[in-house]
C-alpha cells in the first residue's frame, strides 16, 4: 500500500506561459541535425530534437505503426470509460489508456489543468511551483497528445480546474463505469487520487444493457502503474523493503526481473462518446499564448526542447539512430556543452511523453543492428536510478521532501536570503556555478554533472538549506520530477536514505576535469571569454567577488581573492571530498 498523508495549502498562482502549437515550433526552430553541437558551442540555440518537420513526422509516425498492431488485441468491454491523463502525456505504452479501450465502448481521454500545478507555490519558500518554460513545454505536450489522440479516433478534452471536481461530474455526464489513471507516489499526488476516489462515490450512473440489473453504480477510479521502466509488481521485495544501497537495487533487479514490453495499440482507439461531447461544453482547448498570460522571453543560447510524444521519439531517433550517439554515451554523459553529451530525454520522460520502456526496447533494438557495449547499457543504468529514485518515493513518503530526509538527519542549515539569492541568479563569483544557473534560469535544463556541482555548493560551501534549491529546481527544471529531484538532492545533502551518498564536489578539480578549456563557463559568461582558456574557470579578480570561500579550494584558490567571513555559513558535515 502506498502512504497517503496531507498536502500543503494552496497558494494560488498562475504562471502559466504558452507557446506557439508544436507543429509550428517544428518548422520555426529546426536546425540542421549536423551542426547543432558546433552551433550551441558557438552561441546559437538549438531545438531538441533538431529534426524538420516532415523528418520528425515520419519518425513519429514510424514508431506508431511498430507500435501497432492489430492482431493481438481484443476489445471486450462496455460502456464508456474514461481516461485521465496526468504525467503520462503520451499514447504508446500507455496502459492505462489500453486498458480504459479494452474494457469499453467508448473511450473519454480527459486533462485537467489543475491550478495547484500549474500555479502555487512551492511548499516551504513560496517560488512559483511551475515555472514559463516547464509550463510552455507541457503545453506543447498537450497539443501533440491531441493530436496523436485524433490521429488514434479520439481526442482529448481540456478542462480548467481541479481533478476532483471536474472528473466525478464528466463520469456522470457520460455515464462512465470507470476512470483510468496511472498511480503516483508523492503525498500531492496522492491526495487528488483520493479526492477523486471520494468524488466518485457520490456519483451514481445507471447501468445499460438489458442483461444486467438496474441498480445505479458509482464510477470507480482504476489505478496502473506506468512510470518506471521495471514494474512495481516485478520487483523482487515490496517496496517497503527496498535496499537502501543503490548497487543492491540494481543488481536485484537486473538478475531477478525482466522489463515488459511496451503496450501495444490497435489501429483505432475510438470511437468516443461523442454524443455526449456537445452536453458537457465540447472539447475544450489546450491553453495558448493568449489565452494564459504573457509570454516567456525565449533564450537565445542554448536548448530548446521541443514538447510533446512526437518530439520524444523524434529525439530517441536522433540520439540513437540518425546521430549515431548510443555508442559512446558512457563516455560523453558528464559534458555540459551542447545538446548530444546526454540522451536529453528527462524532460519528456518527467511529462510521461516517453516511456522508459519504449527506450529500453530501442537500446535492445540497437545494440541487435550495431553495437551492444558499456555506453548502450549504461542508458538502462541511468533509467535505473530514475526507477529506484520513484520506488523509494514510494518507501519513504514525505521524508524525500524534510530537512533532515529518509534518515531524519540532524544539522544546521543557514537560509541566507542573499546567499541563496546570489546561487539562485548565478551570481556567485564562481563560474561554473554561475554559468549552471544561468543555464537553468535561460532554458530550464541543467547537466547532470552541473547539477551535483551547484547542489554540493549550495549545501557544502554555502551551508544553505537544500530545500530552498530543491525548491528552485521544481521551479525551473524541463525535467522536474518529485521523486528524482528531491532523491537526488536529498543524496547531494548527504540526507539520503544511504548514507554513503554524501560527496562534495570541489569546484576547481570539477572545472579543471569538466571543463578544461573554459568552453562552458565562456558560453554562458561571455565576458570570460576574452581570457586565457586556462582562467575562465579562475578569473580572480577579473569576474565578480566571491560570495562565500570554498571549503576545500583544491589548492587552485588565488591568495589575494577577498572572502566575506561575515558570510560564511554555518558548518555542514562532510564525509568524502571528491
Ligand atoms: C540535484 C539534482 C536534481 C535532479 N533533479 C532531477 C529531476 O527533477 N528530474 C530528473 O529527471 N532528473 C533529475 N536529476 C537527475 C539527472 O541530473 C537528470 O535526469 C539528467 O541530467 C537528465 O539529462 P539526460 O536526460 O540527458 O540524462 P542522461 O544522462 O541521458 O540519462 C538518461 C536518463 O536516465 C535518468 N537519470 C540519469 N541520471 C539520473 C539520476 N541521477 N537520477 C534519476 N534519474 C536519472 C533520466 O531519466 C535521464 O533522462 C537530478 C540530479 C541532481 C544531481
Ligand atoms: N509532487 C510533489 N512535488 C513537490 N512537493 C511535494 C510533492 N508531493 C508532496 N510534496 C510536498 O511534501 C510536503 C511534505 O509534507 P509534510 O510531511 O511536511 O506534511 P505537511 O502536511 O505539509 O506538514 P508540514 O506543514 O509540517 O510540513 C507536502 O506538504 C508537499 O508540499
Not at 517544428?26 to 540542421?32: G, P
Amino acid at each position: 500500500m502506498l502512504h497517503y498523508i496531507s498536502s500543503s495549502p494552496l497558494r494560488p498562482r498562475f504562471l502559466l506561459l504558452p507557446s506557439p502549437p508544436s507543429n509550428l515550433r517544428f518548422l520555426t526552430m529546426s536546425a540542421s541535425p549536423s551542426s547543432s553541437s558546433s552551433r550551441s558551442v558557438r552561441g546559437a540555440a538549438v531545438s531538441v530534437p533538431s529534426l524538420g518537420a516532415d523528418e520528425a513526422c515520419a519518425v513519429a509516425d514510424e514508431a506508431f505503426r511498430r507500435y501497432t498492431s492489430p492482431s493481438l488485441l481484443r476489445r471486450g468491454g462496455v460502456g464508456v470509460a474514461v481516461v485521465w491523463f496526468r504525467n503520462d502525456l503520451r499514447v504508446i505504452d500507455n496502459e492505462a489508456l489500453l486498458r480504459a479501450w479494452a474494457a469499453s465502448e467508448a473511450v473519454l481521454p480527459v486533462y485537467c489543468v489543475d491550478p495547484r500545478v500549474f500555479a502555487g507555490s512551492t511548499h516551504y519558500f513560496g517560488f512559483p511551483k511551475k515555472g514559463a518554460l516547464r509550463a510552455q513545454f507541457l503545453i506543447e505536450c498537450l497539443g501533440d497528445l491531441k493530436q496523436s489522440l485524433r490521429k488514434k479516433g479520439l481526442d482529448l478534452l481540456v478542462r480548467h480546474g481541479k481533478p476532483e471536481e471536474i472528473l466525478p461530474s464528466i463520469a456522470k455526464a457520460v455515464s462512465a463505469h470507470t476512470i483510468y489513471a496511472h498511480k503516483e507516489t508523492c503525498s500531492e499526488e496522492l491526495l487528488v487520487e483520493r479526492l477523486v476516489s471520494k468524488g466518485l462515490e457520490q456519483v451514481q450512473i445507471a447501468q445499460g444493457g438489458a442483461s444486467v440489473p438496474k441498480r445505479p453504480l458509482n464510477p470507480r477510479l482504476q489505478l496502473i502503474w506506468g512510470a518506471t521502466m521495471y514494474h512495481i509488481d516485478d520487483l523482487p521485495f515490496p517496496v517497503s523493503s527496498l535496499p537502501d544501497v543503490y548497487t543492491q537495487f540494481r543488481k536485484a533487479v537486473e538478475s531477478k526481473c525482466s522489463v515488459r514490453n511496451c503496450a501495444k495499440l490497435p489501429t483505432s482507439l475510438g470511437p468516443p462518446p461523442s454524443s455526449s461531447i456537445d452536453e458537457i461544453g465540447g472539447w475544450g482547448t489546450v491553453p495558448t499564448l493568449e489565452s494564459l498570460g504573457p509570454s516567456v522571453t525565449k533564450s537565445e543560447k542554448g536548448m530548446h526542447f521541443i514538447g510533446g510524444e512526437s518530439a520524444a521519439l523524434g529525439r530517441v531517433h536522433e540520439y540513437f539512430w540518425k546521430k549515431d550517439q548510443l555508442k559512446d554515451y558512457k563516455v560523453t554523459r558528464n559534458g555540459m556543452l551542447g545538446p548530444d553529451y546526454s540522451t536529453k530525454f528527462s524532460p519528456w520522460l518527467a511529462s510521461g511523453s516517453l516511456s522508459p520502456r519504449y527506450i529500453c526496447e530501442e537500446v535492445k533494438r540497437y545494440e541487435k543492428q550495431r553495437v551492444a557495449n558499456d555506453s548502450t547499457y549504461w542508458v538502462l543504468f541511468e533509467l535505473i536510478w530514475r526507477d529506484y529514485f520513484r520506488f523509494l518515493s514510494a518507501k519513504y513518503g514525505n521524508a524525500i521532501f524534510h530537512l533532515g530526509g529518509p534518515r531524519k538527519v540532524v544539522s544546521k542549515w543557514s537560509q541566507d536570503q542573499a546567499l541563496f539569492e546570489s546561487w539562485r541568479d548565478g551570481r556567485t563569483g564562481y563560474p561554473l556555478i554561475d554559468a549552471n544557473m544561468r543555464e537553468l534560469s535561460a532554458t530550464g535544463y541543467m547537466s547532470n554533472r552541473g547539477r551535483q556541482i551547484v547542489c554540493s555548493f549550495l549545501v557544502r560551501d554555502m551551508g544553505v538549506d537544500w530545500r530552498m534549491g530543491a525548491e528552485w529546481f521544481e521551479t525551473c527544471l524541463l525535467d522536474y520530477d518529485p521523486a528524482s529531484n528531491y532523491g537526488n538532492w536529498t543524496y547531494g545533502a548527504g540526507v539520503g536514505n544511504d548514507p554513503r551518498e554524501d560527496r562534495y564536489f570541489s569546484i576547481p578539480k570539477q572545472a579543471k576535469s569538466y571543463d578544461p578549456e573554459g568552453e562552458y563557463v565562456a558560453y554562458w559568461l561571455p565576458e570570460l571569454r576574452s581570457l586565457a582558456k586556462e582562467r575562465r574557470n579562475f578569473p580572480g579578480a577579473s569576474y565578480i567577488r566571491q560570495v562565500v570561500p570554498l571549503k576545500f579550494d583544491g589548492g587552485n584558490q588565488r591568495k589575494d581573492q577577498q572572502f566575506n567571513r561575515q558570510r560564511r555559513p554555518n558548518n555542514v558535515y562532510i564525509r568524502q571530498v571528491k
